[in-house]
């Protein structure tokens, strides 16, 4: 355990450049190992949950080799050709890994078991087991669906249309990826539309993708048993770590800093546009496209935020982003209230109940439900000087650390060892904006 501690500081001021996206991460080394010939990676995220990806891509056959820092090498098997694995595949914390690989093998006709640490054998598989039973795939769990599991690949898998029960990007990609080994059409219709990367990034490497919009919602269809070829990719920075410096610089007055390279998908971005409709002064600069993901350069200026009512409509494009928006808006003016936050419940820990302790503890005023959250802001900076237990979970240490930065006391987290599985490095890139964060 790694007990970390925020303390106030100045505006944070400079440049920087956050890791490599996590998303992006995991299906690079993931469609690559399905492509043939070679896949070349640059700015690859090096935390422990694409790290377990890789491994697991190794598992299963195909030849993964680091050529410097953030620059990868794959060598695919070709769709179908993934080997089956000679131990268990171990996803540590990596829950988009664990869900996209399940999808990945079930069309396979192969044997392999999952399991991950105490945080991710918590959380829920079913809702990913269910539509990969019906293309053909044998799933046998814990009660309620949670690893450790033991997945037999169809041997004749079929081609399913499937209708999300909720808004899950990791759902979707699940099936599209085991729809590439099966025969004709598969399709996702999700009623709220999520993050595409995985549409994006399969369409570059070649593979047919239609997406249309029906009175169902959005439809995204992958034509199966494609051959494809590795391509280079370059892995823009994440705006999910953006967001932590980003809200720092926010509250810290004085704050001017440029986040370099940051990934600005469409739906991702639903915390910038709830920060701006805050009255956030957030720009993008240097507009351009790479591996056809949209990126910019970031500038945030400290400035005063206003509480705003954030629509539930929103949620699926800044599912991972409420913890530390809930941070910006203990330091706005009025109440910020925050809907359909039910998912919350089921990432790495509890996080809306980590929130709403956490906030409690700093003398934040909040009102919360099964599936809501009402911060009430101040334009007096909250105390702060608490204890935080992060509960394993890296995006409420960060929150925390963020808000410690502002608050009139500083603030501990107890355990900042999870952090290192999206943003390793994440206290010497603040330091280095200005920040005060030590370890104890």
Known sequence: ??????????????????????????????????????????GLLEGEDVLRSAAAMRALGASVHQDGPGRWRVSGRGIGGLAEPADILDMGNAGTGARLLMGLVATHPLTAFFTGDASLRKRPMERVALPLRQMGAQIHARQGGRLP???IGAREPMPITYTLPVASAQIKSAVLLAGLNAPGATTVIE????????ELMLRYFGVDVRVVQTPQGRAATVIGQPEIEGRDIRVPADPSSAAFPMVAALIRPGSDIRLENVGINPHRIGLIETLVEMGADIAF?????????????????????????VPTSRAP??????PILS?????????????????????????????????????????????????QGSRTAPRGGAEIEAELDHRIAMSFLVLGTATREPIAIDDGSPIDTSFPGFAVLMNALGAKIRGE
């Open 1 to 42: 355990m790694t007990r970390l501690i925020s303390a106030p500081c100045a505006g944070l001021k400079g440049s920087a450049r956050v890791p490599g996206d996590k998303s992006i991460s995991h299906r690079s080394l993931m469609i690559g190992a399905l492509a043939l010939g070679e896949t070349r990676i640059e």
């Open 149 to 151: 599991l033991a997945l």
């Open 191 to 198: 009623p709220e539309p999520t993050r595409d990367h995985t």
């Open 285 to 309: 600069e240097n507009r351009r496209e790479q591996a056809g993901e949209p990126i910019a350069d970031i500038r945030v200026r400290a400035g005063r935020l206003k509480g705003v009512t």
């Open 317 to 322: 494009s800044m599912i991972d982003e409420y």
């Open 327 to 375: 941070m910006a808006a203990a330091f706005a003016d009025g109440p910020t209230r925050m809907e359909g936050l039910a998912e919350l419940r089921v990432k790495e820990s509890d996080r809306l109940a980590a929130i709403v302790r956490g906030l409690k503890a700093c003398g934040v005023e909040l009102e919360a439900g099964d599936d809501f959250l009402v911060v």
